[in-house]
């Protein structure tokens, strides 16, 4: 009987010896195949494209009106300048108020040193095309990048007082002369 319970024993022991090696064997085989990205689906992104991605999401909120979603994408030293409802605010009276449609962002350079990227924006307004180059900065913050804000985001040389405004005004109609210089 002792035999028995003896050999049950070294069984067990054997049993729990093999499912420990196992687990240790397919720990260190994922920790291999991560390192060398070969199973994990999250692709490794540079600081650039990163910043990119942000900018981009950043102006795609614009398109949809999400100035809630942007006011979450900007610095903790940003959102203490202005309150989301004031950003919301200043955002869709100017962006609306132009009557802002088809944005297009083209990135041309980065600074991997000062963490800013480079960009040209085009858009139609009520008032016909306007195209600029703008530059946007960031800072890495709780393992994300967040935008720097300033109202020169909106337009280059905007400041927080500047205001955006839409206005036409009729053209006076001039006479019209012959080549004699008379007026039919």
Same mark, same amino acid.
């Given at each position: 009987?002792?035999?028995?319970?003896?050999?049950?024993?070294?069984?067990?022991?054997?049993?729990?010896?093999?499912?420990?090696?196992?687990?240790?064997?397919?720990?260190?085989?994922?920790?291999?195949?991560?390192?060398?990205?070969?199973?994990?689906?999250?692709?490794?992104?540079?600081?650039?494209?990163?910043?990119?991605?942000?900018?981009?999401?950043?102006?795609?909120?614009?398109?949809?009106?999400?100035?809630?979603?942007?006011?979450?994408?900007?610095?903790?030293? +940003?959102? &203490?300048?202005?309150?989301?409802?004031?950003? !919301?605010? @200043?955002?869709?009276?100017?962006?609306?108020?132009?009557? #802002?449609?088809?944005?297009?962002?083209?990135?041309?350079?980065?600074?991997?040193?000062?963490?800013?990227?480079?960009?040209?924006?085009?858009?139609?307004?009520?008032?016909?095309?306007?195209?600029?180059?703008?530059?946007?900065?960031?800072?890495?913050?709780?393992?994300?990048?967040?935008?720097?804000?300033?109202?020169?985001?909106?337009?280059?040389?905007?400041?927080? +007082?500047? &205001?955006?405004?839409?206005?036409?005004?009729? !053209?006076? @109609?001039?006479?019209?002369?012959?080549?004699?210089?008379? #007026?039919?």
């Amino acid at each position: 009987m002792k035999r028995k319970a003896n050999r049950r024993k070294r069984k067990k022991m054997v049993r729990v010896f093999l499912l420990i090696m196992f687990i240790s064997g397919m720990s260190v085989l994922s920790l291999i195949l991560l390192a060398k990205g070969i199973i994990g689906n999250r692709e490794r992104k540079s600081p650039e494209q990163i910043l990119q991605q942000t900018l981009l999401a950043y102006m795609d909120c614009i398109s949809e009106k999400k100035y809630g979603d942007m006011y979450g994408m900007l610095t903790k030293g +940003s959102v &203490k300048t202005i309150s989301q409802k004031d950003f !919301a605010t @200043r955002n869709s009276a100017i962006y609306e108020g132009i009557e #802002m449609k088809n944005m297009t962002i083209d990135i041309t350079a980065y600074d991997k040193e000062n963490l800013t990227v480079k960009y040209n924006t085009s858009f139609d307004t009520v008032a016909g095309k306007v195209s600029f180059e703008n530059e946007a900065g960031f800072l890495e913050e709780d393992d994300a990048y967040k935008l720097i804000w300033n109202d020169s985001i909106i337009f280059p040389e905007l400041g927080a +007082s500047d &205001k955006v405004r839409v206005s036409t005004a009729q !053209a006076k @109609r001039g006479e019209i002369l012959d080549r004699n210089g008379r #007026m039919h």
